[in-house]
């Protein structure tokens, strides 16, 4: 399983589940699964960090 900081990140910058998929175009099923470690695609990361208000060079932050 795929360790990242998506949850850690999220629940500083005080947002739900459901507010990052909503920010990042994605369900509230996928942010749950990636917060558990399950693989996700590239594209995914990218919105993800970007609803974070992350760059995507800042990757290795979040996405181990």
């Known amino acids: ?13 005080m947002l739900s589940k ?4 909503r920010m990042a175009g994605l369900s509230p099923l996928t942010i749950d699964r990636i917060e558990k470690g399950k693989p ?7 919105k993800i960090l970007l609803a974070l208000g992350l760059k995507f060079h800042q990757k290795q932050r979040v996405f181990e």
């Not at 900081?5 to 629940?11: F, G, H, L, P, S």
């Not at 996700?40 to 990218?46: E, F, L, Q, S, V």
Request: proline share 0%.
């Open 40 to 46: 996700c695609r590239m594209a995914t990361k990218r």
């Open 1 to 13: 399983m795929d360790e990242n900081n998506v949850k850690k990140i999220r629940e500083a910058k």
């Open 18 to 21: 459901a507010e990052l998929a």
